[in-house]
């Protein structure tokens, strides 16, 4: 081979590299695209939770001097001081306190590109795409999360610690010590236990890889790290210094300290005492809920890789992190939705391995080669089979709605040809398998239905997400929102306004007087009202221009002549209403037979002469 020959493959080469890394360059800023809209898009128009409220609240009587209210001590320090920022650049709103979750929510679902070598590309990428598409992820990412922030802290430490496994250099053991550090101490009451679970999953892995090692004389020993190589006298003050100055907010808030304390006795608290309206084993109901496929990725992940014998320490960390954060979740008693990232982050780790060999070439060919197109006419066939499936599995859940209580008549019922649809549509599935079986070999037709069915479900379950994070925020029936805030809190807020506009200039100056706790939603309505007071009793808002009292007491005695309205703040929905044939109408739609009911509501009072928009004087 002459030299020129050899330049022109080795040019050949070159410009194949670059155009693939050009097209993963290119997936990856559509992936980042895609995940800021959705995380950016409408983030202010849903209503705060209480927890957001209340830790908003702190930061924002800290920053805003005239803020009605007594401080508040929040539970996660990191959070505390990014919205201390956030609130003296933009003000107090529901988008400035949630800008700082949303970024480290992207930031978590980009998370996988710090292991891109050990992983491999195919691998990552199937990763962050499964995390973009995740429901859990889409929710937990748009709420002012403090787990986020955990998760995202955790990975980082562990490739840091990975890097200085493999280099040695003394950076990363820094590094490591201070996300350790922050873990336990800046970002969540439960960060301390969840590391306590990434410890049982290491050993986990370990255990694991030993009993290989014992097995197979072919097995190389793990190597480990000595403890008395570590850099102990430059990490621990490094961390503790960074743990001062977040906490202190750089010394400018000396008594941030207590909130590393309220950190940590929440976090002992939670082991006993549950979250208001919070069903037991709440994360693990939220992950069978909404990321069903996710499981079965991830279990069959699992079984594929030690049935091909591929089985690497890293699935064996991953398997050992949903195992012990499933086990956490049950013990632990003060879990919310969010904590179901516990579970999701591991198994999506584990089912991209599956979903990354759904692209590459079957072994068991037949004796001609098939076309490599064949792969994806399947999925495309695969899509439309699942989408006929789920519109008549629609149809037919709604109809099951109004079948009689007792006994059950489904003679009655409605949507019989939607049942021979789908039974239709199974068969048609089974032996079209089978025959495109037999023309391309079950190798490229398995992995060509089972990537129509992953696409299928990517897709629905982010519609699924996008509905329980923006369209059903509202809706106690939607199974993340246990105690779902209603608009009408938009709406008080706006009426606050408008008399406010007319009474005082457009200044918040009017009088507010409000009988309801002073960290909670209504608080955080009330947030840019300088001369609102919170009372303890009706007695106490006697006169006054606007009150706010629970719509429990019935016409109290304010002393004048006063208009009402009522606004419901919080609404609760009974799981234990739904019954077992409902459940595919609940699961696929959200649809029941009863509906949410108001759980907290106020009545706006205000002063008939406010009202006429007459002074009092006159």
Request: aromatic share 12%; charged share 15%.
């Amino acid at each position: 081979m002459s030299a020129t020959q050899a330049l022109g493959q080795e040019s050949k080469i070159i410009t194949r590299r670059e155009i693939a890394i050009s097209v993963e360059v290119v997936a990856y800023i559509a992936l980042i695209a895609l995940a800021v809209i959705l995380r950016i898009a409408q983030i202010d128009s849903v209503p705060m939770t209480g927890n957001e409220a209340r830790q908003a609240l702190a930061a924002w009587r800290t920053v805003y001097a005239e803020a009605p209210g007594s401080p508040i001590t929040p539970e996660s320090p990191l959070l505390f001081a990014l919205h201390s920022l956030s609130f003296t650049v933009l003000g107090a709103s529901e988008f400035s306190a949630r800008i700082w979750t949303v970024l480290a929510g992207i930031g978590l679902l980009l998370s996988p590109l710090l292991f891109r070598d050990l992983l491999g590309r195919a691998r990552t990428f199937m990763f962050c795409l499964m995390l973009v598409f995740s429901p859990v992820m889409l929710v937990a990412t748009r709420t002012d999360s403090p787990v986020v922030w955990t998760m995202l802290v955790v990975l980082i430490g562990l490739w840091a610690l990975w890097r200085y496994h493999r280099m040695g250099q003394e950076r990363y053991a820094v590094g490591t010590i201070l996300c350790l550090a922050v873990t336990l101490f800046l970002t969540d009451p439960t960060g301390p236990f969840y590391v306590l679970v990434l410890v049982l999953a290491a050993s986990f892995a370990f255990w694991l890889r030993m009993r290989d090692v014992q097995t197979d004389a072919n097995s190389e020993p793990p190597r480990f790290i000595r403890l008395n190589d570590w850099p102990w006298g430059r990490a621990l003050p490094i961390a503790g210094l960074v743990v001062f100055l977040v906490g202190t907010q750089f010394m400018l808030y000396p008594a941030g300290l207590s909130i590393i304390g309220e950190l940590l006795n929440t976090a002992v608290r939670g082991l006993t005492t549950p979250r208001p309206q919070i069903p037991a084993i709440f994360p693990l109901q939220i992950t069978l809920f909404y990321e069903p496929f996710t499981i079965f990725l991830g279990v069959a992940s699992v079984w594929w890789l030690i049935q091909k014998d591929r089985f690497s320490t890293v699935d064996r960390f991953l398997a050992g992190l949903a195992i012990f954060g499933t086990a956490l979740s049950i013990i632990y008693a003060g879990v919310g939705a969010e904590h179901s990232l516990w579970l999701v982050m591991p198994l999506v780790g584990l089912g991209s391995a599956a979903a990354a060999e759904l692209l590459t070439k079957p072994s068991d060919l037949l004796w001609w080669r098939a076309p490599e197109w064949s792969r994806w006419l399947l999925a495309l066939a695969m899509i439309a089979l699942l989408g006929m499936f789920a519109i008549h599995g629609q149809a037919l859940g709604r109809s099951l709605l109004f079948l009689s209580d007792s006994p059950l008549d489904f003679t009655q019922l409605s949507g019989s040809i939607n049942v021979v649809w789908v039974i239709i549509i199974i068969l048609f599935t089974v032996i079209g398998y089978f025959l495109a079986a037999g023309v391309w070999g079950i190798g490229m037709t398995t992995r060509g239905g089972l990537l129509g069915m992953m696409v299928f479900l990517l897709v629905t379950s982010l519609s699924g997400g996008w509905r329980a994070a923006v369209f059903s925020a509202a809706d106690p029936v939607e199974l993340w929102n246990r105690q779902a805030i209603n608009g009408d809190t938009t709406l008080l807020r706006q009426t606050l306004w408008e008399f406010s506009a007319r009474e005082t200039g457009g200044f918040p100056k009017i009088p507010i007087v409000a009988l309801t706790p002073d960290d909670g939603v209504v608080a955080w309505l009330l947030r840019d009202f300088p001369n609102a007071r919170f009372i303890p009793d009706a007695a106490g808002g006697k006169l006054e221009e606007i009150v706010l009292l629970p719509a429990v007491l019935e016409l109290p005695d304010l002393g004048g002549s006063y208009v009402g309205q009522r606004f419901t703040i919080s609404s609760t929905w009974d799981l234990r209403s739904l019954r077992f044939i409902d459940l595919p109408a609940w699961w696929l739609q959200r649809r029941t037979r009863t509906g949410g009911v108001p759980a907290d509501e106020m009545v706006l009072w205000v002063r008939q002469d406010v009202y006429d928009g007459v002074q009092q004087e006159q």
